[in-house]
């Protein structure tokens, strides 16, 4: 007998009766329903979301870097420098006060920036 902590549930609801496993997200009918199996139509990452999710079906990095690519290279200078000196917090001040972005959308943007840094770094020391 199957322990009910080892058998799957709806990577949504929880349930756990009638899955499909569908991308290695496990489904209960009513999830599935109202989910669907979207893929970057640029890098093809694959994920599960709600029907009226995400109509361009670009990623969210993806939707980030367009993002990013939008804004003005010498504000992104200014954000980037506190980054580059550990600071999240002055990143985040500084973005708030060059953007119009939510706090959400600045944290996102902080995050996302940070996240390509360290990649940058890693990529220079292969």
């Known amino acids: 007998m199957t322990s009910p902590n080892l058998t799957p549930k709806c ?5 756990r009766d009638n899955l499909v496993d569908d991308l290695g997200f496990w489904l209960c ?3 599935r329903a109202t989910h669907r199996k979207f893929q970057c139509e640029r890098c093809g990452f694959q994920w599960v979301a709600g029907i009226s999710t995400n109509p361009e079906n670009l990623c969210s990095d993806c939707s980030m870097r367009d993002f990013i690519a939008s804004l003005d290279a ?3 200078e ?3 420098e506190p980054l580059g000196e ?3 917090i002055r990143a985040i001040w ?5 953007f119009d972005l939510s706090l959400r959308e600045t944290v996102d943007l902080v ?3 940070e996240k390509d840094e360290k990649m940058a770094i890693e ?3 292969e």
Request: glycine share 10%; hydrophobic share 30%.
């Open 29 to 31: 009918p009513p999830c």
């Open 123 to 125: 990529g220079e020391n």
């Open 78 to 80: 200014v954000v980037r």
């Open 111 to 113: 995050l996302f920036l």
């Open 74 to 76: 010498q504000k992104l």
């Open 94 to 98: 500084e973005a708030r006060q060059l």
């Open 11 to 15: 990577s949504f609801c929880g349930q």
């Open 86 to 88: 550990g600071s999240k």
